[in-house]
């Protein structure tokens, strides 16, 4: 009996000591594993601060470097406007031998718009402009438009050769006048290579019942600024006080009304590197315009891939600000844009002209482009 109870405690001493054992090495453990906790969440945080600082560093640099390609934006763009004649009427903007009747009184008119004219992309010697547009030229004069509105992109690269193949191929087949806004390939072989050829790069003139205006947003970097900027609130003023004018149509390169603030699950051709001053233009002047008319903003530099963003089209809540999007990629997906204005009425239509067939332009919402 003694026995036993002296076996009991000696087993009752030992699970004591390993539970003490357990309990100190448990301890320990959590000791280390806290400090290590600690440790490891202040380096954390110190990455955290650093990737902070860096990131502040950056946006800072990327803010004075934009505020740098503003200001050469705007003396750029301040230059070039010196030598132009910006207001319709005594205006030589027709690309072909075609001039711009800005006289014109009737009541319907038609615009035929494409973006992107070149098409797909080419390591040879593209076809210029886009073949489905060379072999649709044809049905463009049976349609008897007034105007046809490049909106930019006339050739992958501008050189005598393609700018004689663009005339031979569709300037001199067309039988309206042909307006541009430029795109940034038009000046891949320099700016007054364009404008020997072309002509002035962005100008406004009245059209029957419409104002029309050719911007460049490839000369400030996607920043409609300076003397270009003042241009279109001249625009805009004059289109809003003469009361023969029912409606405003804006046409430029990039799509600068997308301004990174749709997730959508198709990209424009080429994207504004440095961003831009849409939001501006947009609470500033389109906004408050098309609260009196309807504004119609009409960009060309998508489609290159066949169906980027081509078609799109948006409506503003609430006012009459339009945003649309057409362009050619040389494929089964192309097709032009066909603007019918009867007095205040405008209707579009897309002409196919690749094969495909479409639905209405009004389907090709942000909500059909979203990503899924």
Not at 286 to 297: D, G, R, S
Not at 303 to 311: E, I, K, Q
Not at 326 to 344: E, Y
């Amino acid at each position: 009996m003694i026995r036993n109870k002296n076996v009991r405690k000696v087993l009752q001493i030992i699970i004591g000591v390993g539970i003490l054992g357990f309990a100190f090495l448990g301890g320990a453990y959590i000791y280390r594993l806290r400090t290590a906790l600690i440790s490891s969440t202040e380096t954390y945080k110190a990455i955290i601060v650093k990737f902070e600082e860096r990131v502040q560093s950056l946006e800072k640099k990327n803010a004075q470097l934009r505020d740098e390609i503003f200001a050469q934006g705007v003396e750029l763009t301040n230059i070039i406007s010196e030598n132009y004649e910006l207001e319709g009427e005594a205006l030589d903007v027709s690309l072909n031998d075609i001039p711009v009747d800005d006289d014109i009184v009737q009541d319907s008119v038609r615009f035929i718009v494409a973006g992107h004219l070149y098409g797909a992309h080419s390591e040879a010697t593209p076809i210029v402009p886009a073949q489905t547009l060379i072999e649709f030229v044809p049905e463009i004069n049976k349609l008897s438009p007034n105007l046809f509105v490049a909106l930019g992109d006339l050739a992958q690269y501008p050189s005598e050769e393609s700018y004689q193949a663009l005339h031979q191929n569709f300037l001199n087949e067309v039988n309206i006048p042909v307006l541009s806004a430029p795109g940034n390939h038009d000046f891949d072989n320099g700016r007054l290579f364009y404008e020997n050829e072309f002509g002035q790069t962005f100008y406004f003139l009245k059209y029957a019942q419409s104002q029309v205006i050719i911007l460049d947003t490839e000369v400030a970097n996607c920043f409609i600024i300076g003397g270009q900027k003042e241009m279109l609130e001249n625009a805009i003023d004059t289109a809003l006080n003469d009361d023969d004018i029912q409606n405003v149509f804006v046409f430029f390169h990039k799509v600068l009304f997308l301004n990174g603030t749709l997730q959508l699950k198709e990209k424009p051709n080429g994207a504004c590197r440095f961003g831009s001053n849409y939001t501006d233009l947009q609470n500033e002047i389109f906004i408050p315009a098309a609260q009196n008319k309807p504004v119609y903003l009409i960009a060309g530099d998508v489609g290159a891939s066949g169906s980027n963003l081509s078609p799109f089209y948006n409506k503003y809540p609430e006012i009459d600000l339009y945003t649309l999007a057409i362009g050619l990629g040389d494929s089964p997906n192309d097709a032009l844009l066909q603007i019918d204005i009867d007095s205040n009425e405008v209707d579009f239509e897309l002409i196919p002209i690749g094969g495909n067939s479409f639905l209405p332009i009004e389907s090709y919402t942000p909500e059909y482009w979203a990503a899924p």
